[in-house]
């Protein structure tokens, strides 16, 4: 059994992070701030369920309360950390920047701070397929350099890399972090446009589709996510003995530091995934094609070899079954016909 604290645990993936570790005996603290970027009341939805697990506590607190941040440090000893905890949203990022500020990087240094006094054992973290911005060097791999974001959100989660690598280094912390492509799945995040493709079309309403339904998107289904989150949580990375200043790999240290993508490796275009959503409601959408947004990417796709060499996992679940288990999900949470 490890003591894992678990931030954002009220959010899309930690809510079912939290499922997946009690579920194999693990003690978890569950840490979220519950704001009301999205609907508060979903959030209250997943949390209900964890309560009911005799082996989970829940705080509600904010990352960026440093002195709230660190009593709970001091009150449980923690094996492990995994900070999914963060400002979500692209296009959130243009026009509120100050909020990522708060909880991306104060928020990601108090959990820094109190890994490093608290002897943590393990910091993994969720970063994102965001922070490839520019690059157009398809599969994106790890070991890219990836200097070049194209939202503030990106450079948030491209600096929480740097962070964590400057706390392994420094403080020997082993920290691993996640770029994590598309999530979606039940219990998912209302902002994200699967969810408000799915809302309008049963309620009618024409969706929005930019970039003409050209953008391509490595989808990854939430139990993919989740099992290879779980994995690398029980390996704490070591040093490269083979690292190099001369040609410095970015997603290896001589610091026991770790960067992995976790994607499906396989990027479908938009047009096809709404097509297979209305497959699965049985109703045409009709749509507004428009340009493409400020800070979106035309392309992802996930480079996951390092993930298979060292977990011995690859996410595999088609759009087409994680779709249908996305709609079945929400016709029953929001009680739909």
């Not at 440090?73 to 094996?79: A, G, L």
């Not at 490269?240 to 040609?247: A, F, L, M, R, T």
């Not at 770790?258 to 009709?286: H, M, R, S, W």
């Not at 480079?303 to 060292?310: E, I």
Request: a negative charge; one cysteine or more; charged letters at 20%.
């Amino acid at each position: 059994m490890k003591n894992i604290l678990v931030t954002g645990s009220a959010g899309f993936v930690g809510f079912h992070l939290c499922q997946r570790l009690l579920s194999r005996g693990d003690r978890i603290i569950g840490i979220d701030n519950i704001n009301s970027y999205y609907d508060v009341s979903l959030k209250e939805g997943r949390l209900n369920l964890l309560k009911n697990e005799d082996n989970f506590t829940f705080y509600k607190l904010d990352l960026s309360d440093r002195t709230g941040i660190e009593k709970l440090f001091q009150e449980h000893q923690f094996d492990v950390v995994v900070n999914l905890a963060a400002q979500a949203g692209v296009r959130y990022s243009l026009e509120n920047p100050h909020a990522y500020i708060d909880s991306n990087l104060v928020g990601f240094t108090n959990i820094l701070e109190c890994c490093r006094h608290n002897q943590v054992k393990h910091l993994v973290f969720a970063s994102s397929s965001s922070v490839y911005g520019s690059n157009t060097k398809i599969p994106f791999s790890t070991h890219d350099n990836v200097d070049h974001p194209v939202s503030l959100y990106a450079a948030t989660k491209k600096a929480n890399e740097l962070m964590a690598h400057t706390y392994s280094h420094l403080y020997k912390l082993p920290c691993t972090g996640l770029r994590f492509f598309t999530v979606y799945g039940p219990w998912g995040r209302p902002d994200m446009a699967y969810f408000l493709f799915t809302k309008a079309i049963l309620e009618k309403r024409p969706i929005n589709v930019f970039n003409f339904g050209k953008m391509q998107r490595d989808f990854t289904y939430i139990d993919d996510i989740i099992e290879g989150v779980t994995r690398v949580i029980d390996r704490i990375p070591e040093p490269n003995p083979h690292w190099s200043g001369q040609n410095p790999d970015p997603s290896t240290s001589n610091a026991p530091y770790k960067i992995y993508n976790i994607g499906n490796n396989q990027p479908v275009e938009l047009i096809k995934f709404i097509e297979t959503l209305e497959d699965c409601l049985g109703i045409k959408a009709e749509k507004n094609f428009l340009p493409m947004q400020p800070g979106d990417v035309p392309q992802t796709y996930a480079d996951v070899n390092d993930l298979v060499q060292d977990v011995g996992f690859k996410p595999n679940t088609s759009i087409e079954l994680g779709i249908q288990r996305f709609v079945e999900w929400y016709r029953s949470y929001y009680n739909v016909g």
